[in-house]
């Protein structure tokens, strides 16, 4: 079995940090609380509408992407009601929606 050279393996580790620090980085983010907007990030095969209408909060842009949705939290449950309804990520939608704007 052939080992990889020090040099490989730093290249590999790298490869992996560039990779996963977008993901780490939403991971850390302050959880929303109730009457701000959040992100609803649902696995790839999910329906993230579908997510937020079964936890009864309320979508607040007119369009949806396939693995996320804008809602609206009404409550300081609607982020457990989101999670126990298959949401993978919950996270601070207000920086999504500035985006969005422009």
């Known amino acids: 079995m052939k080992f990889l050279s020090p040099d490989t393996a730093f290249i590999m580790a790298s ?3 560039v990779i996963c620090s977008p ?3 939403l991971l850390v983010l302050p959880r929303p609380q109730a009457g701000e ?13 579908g997510i937020a209408d079964r936890a009864n909060v309320s ?3 007119p369009e949806s992407a396939p693995l996320g949705v804008l809602v609206a939290l009404d409550s300081p449950q609607s982020v457990a ?6 949401a993978w990520l919950v996270i601070d939608g207000k920086g999504v929606l500035e985006l969005c704007a422009t």
């Open 15 to 17: 490869i992996m940090m």
């Open 23 to 25: 993901i780490l980085s």
């Open 37 to 49: 907007i959040a992100l609803v990030i649902a696995a790839p095969w999910g329906d993230a509408a």
């Open 59 to 61: 979508e607040v842009a």
């Open 81 to 86: 009601r989101l999670y126990s309804q298959g």
